[in-house]
């Protein structure tokens, strides 16, 4: 550790403004902070400072997300098998989904943070830790069989468009890992949605649909049971099938505090809401589901726990949170019964929900400043 | 007592190194007035160095209020005028002699004095500055008419003086104070009480004020959070509010004439070995202080408590408000992979050390910033610690985009720096909220003024 210490405080000089490698400040300090916390101290206001900062905060967002990948990889393996007639051993299945998946993290990773450190390093300001979340978000609402080009092209639309153009971490309207699924959603649809692309290095002859898909033509008969699709062994993009795997992140994320339990709650009333409201009209399959399949299928889970609960695109006054998850759940049932062009309705009802946020905050905060004019013109008269 | 006001956002952060409830003098010739700790004075020199001063004889005026008076604590030799950078006054230091001379005021009896003549005394003898004024934290205008006076009894921050202990046996002088404060004000003079823990007869048994009694963590003990309950401010609105050794100090220059600036002050913090009380004038030097009786780490010395109090040196001095001197050790170090390691020591409002589940446990904390400084990210954590019905987040964003109008509007007026001293520790992007708030307020008066 000494040893460590030492020979970057050796380097250091070189980095630092007037040095030879002055145009690397930000990514020395992003390897320097993430070895070392800074022995910085503080110089007004409180002396002393609770001992979470943005790397605990990201790296437990990424922890919470582990279960869901680790049952992706598995996941992958295993549907390709099953999709070609095979049963193999567990081991197998997973280096397949492996070697699927990986690639997919590593070209996220690369290209993001490559970006991050980029401009970081233009505006003069530390690399933010965001894009360790969604340098893994990426990959999760990926299918398994995307080409790596795309979550390259994909990513680094997401962290310029979605983010960096509105000033960077923190300013972004979108969620900016949704952004990116939205972009290949739109720009090649082929390979984002349809039956063949659920399943990696699927044989032809296989349906490979997933429930969304079979909804979609009114098929609820080949519906898989409720408990494969809570416990996940569907298909699906690579990280947002088991159910339960993410109600596992979803305790790290409650437990610690992270993750904004308010949110989580509102977004399954709000689609629980709609899917009864649906069932009462029941006229097609469809609305007949039962309010709660609507919970395990999809995106719905995934989403709700780690895309509508990012705090920069929610929003972030504790009433407008309720009103902010209760219509990203409300809306994406809506959409996936209704439109058929789209059959995830939670990607599009949380990138909608997330260019109202500001409003509903906006009218939140409205009745707080109401109330205090009240109160003076109360005093006045 | 009435009713009790429950504060349930807050947080208590226990620390090592509490009082000892015992009072020892604390033996110092060296003291210190520093206009640095009063908000928007500008310093008129009355006295240059060698004069010969009393308790009581003005050291310099505000400049733009030259009503105010800010006038010596004891009595000697002025020593030093010490400057800063653009001339700013940093302090006037004073060597006593140990003959306690005093100027006369006269003692009198403040029930039969008119509003103008309480006024006067408590200006010529300095003891006005101890009046401060919601919006702004300022020194109180003299020509003001209050909406209502508020005293906090108590004190709800890390390792806070016990005020019920401090004015043990002070009765007289503390109802005296009280009875000087109830002429500058048409409105009421709110006492306000901890509901668990003020059992002191001086403040429950004082007549002609309205007693309050507040529970919770802190802020509870903050006199914003008590206003902001009882009696909310609107633009335009001003209120008062001073603390109890204040009205002491009120008290005893009605009951003797005199200004004497008697402070009981509490040492505190881990790197203290013996913490316990001391008896001490305003302005004392801390360095006899703590000789010999703190660690031989790095230390911080703070005058007043973790939250808000100042920074000062060795050979510094205490603050004319101040009633606590901390002692926390730095934080100059770097920690190998610090946020990823569970960290089972570490002090955190977040569940994401272990620590939360050990919730009686006293820390040593430091003063490592525990990260680098990022952009406003999580939401919903202020309002855990922010007992306002006001938005914390978007209150500090509207100061820092200084747009005035929305400030005004989202409340401003009741809150201070100090309100979100705690906001300011649990922040995990690491900004000196204090700081902008600061700013926000300054900006708000020259706009008002």
């Known amino acids: 550790m000494k040893l460590l210490r030492d020979f970057i405080d050796k380097q250091k000089p070189h980095f630092v403004k007037g040095g030879k490698f002055e ?20 110089q007004s206001g409180a002396h002393i400072r609770d001992a979470i900062d943005m790397k605990r905060t990201m790296i437990i967002v990424v922890l919470a997300m582990i279960p869901a990948l680790l049952f992706g990889i598995w996941n992958v393996g295993y549907q390709h098998f099953i999709s070609n007639g095979m049963a193999p051993d567990f081991w197998p299945m997973v280096v397949f989904g492996l070697l699927k998946v990986l690639p997919v993290i590593v070209v996220s990773y690369v290209v993001g943070l490559g970006i991050e450190f980029a401009f970081a390093q233009s505006r003069g300001h530390e690399v933010n830790e965001g894009f360790l979340v969604s340098g893994m978000l990426i990959p999760l609402v990926m299918p398994p069989d995307v080409p790596l080009w795309m979550v390259a092209v994909a990513t680094a639309f997401a962290v310029i468009i979605g983010k960096e153009v509105f000033g960077g971490t923190g300013m972004n309207i979108l969620n900016p890992a949704l952004t990116a ?34 909804l979609l033509v009114l098929d609820a008969d080949n519906m898989p049971s409720d408990w494969s699709m809570f416990l996940g062994t569907i298909p699906g993009s690579i990280g947002e099938t088991s159910t339960l795997a993410i109600i596992l992140g979803a305790i790290v994320l409650v437990a610690t505090g992270i993750g904004s339990l308010r949110i989580m709650l509102s977004v399954i009333g ?34 709700t726990v780690f895309m509508a609960t990012d705090p920069v695109s929610a929003s972030q006054t504790n009433r407008g949170k309720l009103i902010y998850g209760f219509l990203i ?44 004019l009240k109160r003076a013109k109360a005093v006045l008269a | 007592m009435s009713t009790v006001t429950k504060i349930k956002k807050g947080l208590d952060i226990k620390m090592i190194g509490e009082a000892e409830k015992t009072i020892k003098d604390h033996v110092t010739d060296q003291f210190a007035i520093k206009p640095i700790d009063f908000i928007g004075v500008f310093p008129k020199m009355l006295v240059k160095e060698g004069d010969l001063v009393k308790a009581g004889t003005p050291l310099y005026v505000d400049k733009y209020r030259d009503n105010i008076l800010f006038t010596s604590s004891v009595s000697g030799k002025v020593k030093e005028v010490k400057r800063g950078p653009k001339r700013i006054l940093l302090a006037i230091k ?7 001379e005093a100027i006369d005021f006269k003692a009198e009896n403040p029930a039969k004095l008119s509003r103008d003549a309480v006024v006067k005394k408590l200006i010529e003898s300095g003891v006005w500055p101890f009046i401060r004024q919601r919006p702004y934290s300022i020194i109180a205008n003299p020509s003001d008419k209050p909406k209502a006076i508020f005293i906090s009894t108590f004190d709800s921050a890390p390792l806070a003086p016990d005020n019920d202990f401090i004015v043990h046996g002070q009765g007289e002088a503390f109802q005296t104070g009280i009875d000087a404060l109830l002429k500058l004000t048409e409105g009421k003079v709110h006492l306000n009480v901890d509901a668990d823990s003020t059992s002191s007869k001086v403040f429950t048994q004082t007549k002609g004020v309205e007693i309050n009694a507040f529970s919770g963590p802190h802020p509870s003990g903050n006199v914003g959070v008590q206003i902001n309950k009882i009696s909310p401010l609107n633009k335009g609105e001003v209120v008062w ?25 509490a040492l505190t913090g881990s790197e203290v070995m013996r913490p316990a009380y001391y008896k001490t004038k305003i302005g004392a030097a801390i360095e006899p202080l703590v000789k010999g009786n703190v660690t031989t780490v790095e230390k911080r010395y703070i005058s007043g408590n973790v939250l808000t109090g100042k920074q000062i040196d060795l050979d510094g001095y205490l603050s004319f408000y101040h009633n606590q001197l901390t002692v926390i050790p730095e934080g100059n170090y770097f920690e190998l992979f610090g ?35 990022r952009a406003l990210v999580m939401t919903g954590e202020f309002e855990k610690v922010f007992p306002f019905d006001i938005y914390p987040l978007q209150l500090i964003k509207a100061i820092m985009v200084e747009d005035i109008d929305l400030m005004e509007n989202l409340g401003i007026y009741e809150v201070d720096e100090e309100d979100f001293a705690l906001c300011e520790v649990i922040d995990t992007s690491k900004t000196n909220i204090q700081e902008i708030v600061r700013k926000g307020l300054d900006l708000m008066r020259k706009e008002m003024s």
Request: aromatic letters at 18%; hydrophobic letters at 45%.
């Open chain 1, 270 to 303: 709000g689609g629980l809401v709609m899917g009864w409201l649906f069932n009462l009209w029941g006229a097609n399959a469809y609305m007949d589901i039962p309010a709660y399949q609507h919970l395990i299928m999809g995106g719905f889970a995934f989403g």
């Open chain 1, 181 to 214: 699924r939205a972009f290949l959603f739109f720009a090649y649809p082929s390979e984002m949605s349809g039956d063949k692309v659920w399943i990696a290095e699927k044989a032809d002859a296989f349906s490979g649909a997933t429930p969304l898909g079979h």
């Open chain 1, 329 to 372: 759940g409300f809306i994406a049932v809506l959409i996936r019964v209704f439109n058929p062009a789209y059959p995830e309705g939670m990607m599009l009802s949380i990138l909608l929900m997330n260019v109202f946020a500001p409003l509903i905050d906006y009218n939140v905060v409205q009745s707080n400043i109401k109330k205090r």
């Open chain 2, 94 to 100: 004073i060597e006593a002699d140990g003959k306690e």
């Open chain 2, 339 to 373: 946020w990823a390691l569970p960290g089972f020591n570490k002090f955190s409002m977040s569940r994401s050390y272990p620590s939360f589940l050990f919730k009686n446990k006293k820390y040593r904390l430091d003063t490592n910033y525990h990260g680098g400084h």
């Open chain 1, 23 to 42: 145009k690397l400040e930000s990514t020395f300090d992003a390897f320097e902070t993430f070895l070392f916390v800074p022995d910085k101290v503080t």
């Open chain 2, 241 to 265: 509010y001073l603390y109890p050794q204040d009205v002491l100090t009120i008290g005893r220059l009605f009951l003797t004439g005199k200004f004497d600036a008697t402070r009981i002050i």
